[in-house]
């Protein structure tokens, strides 16, 4: 069974940086994608940042030139770098991964960036 664990996170001050990771267990092929979502508003989650098998990344707008994400394609691991942290980046960051139609989805990480 496939499950992602996250880890990182934690309270930084604006302007600063912290990381969070995700490592997939349970499964030995690599997935077509994973990524970073976050809380939004209501039951919404936004995308943060996606990276692909074969290493094409995606950012949202509001993160784009502050975060990045690296993959360890071999271990199905993902890093999210975040830099320049703003209030608003505050968040539950959830670890996302898909393998064909199915995809999966870690339990969250809280991020919590003070002015």
């Known amino acids: 069974q496939v499950q992602l664990v996250e880890s990182g996170g934690g309270l930084a001050q604006a302007g600063g940086s912290l990381s969070v990771s995700c490592t997939a267990s349970g499964s030995t092929s690599p997935f077509d994608i994973m990524g970073w979502h976050r809380q939004g508003q209501g039951d919404q989650r936004e995308l943060v940042a996606t990276i692909t098998s074969s290493g094409t990344s995606r950012y949202a707008t509001s993160v784009k030139g502050r975060f990045t994400i690296i993959r360890d394609g071999t271990a199905n691991a993902i890093t999210l770098q975040m830099d320049s942290l703003k209030p608003e980046d505050t968040s539950v960051y959830y670890c996302?991964?898909?393998?064909?139609?199915?995809?999966?989805w870690g339990l969250g990480t809280q991020v919590t960036v003070a002015p």
């Open positions: 996302r991964a898909r393998r064909g139609p199915t995809q999966y």
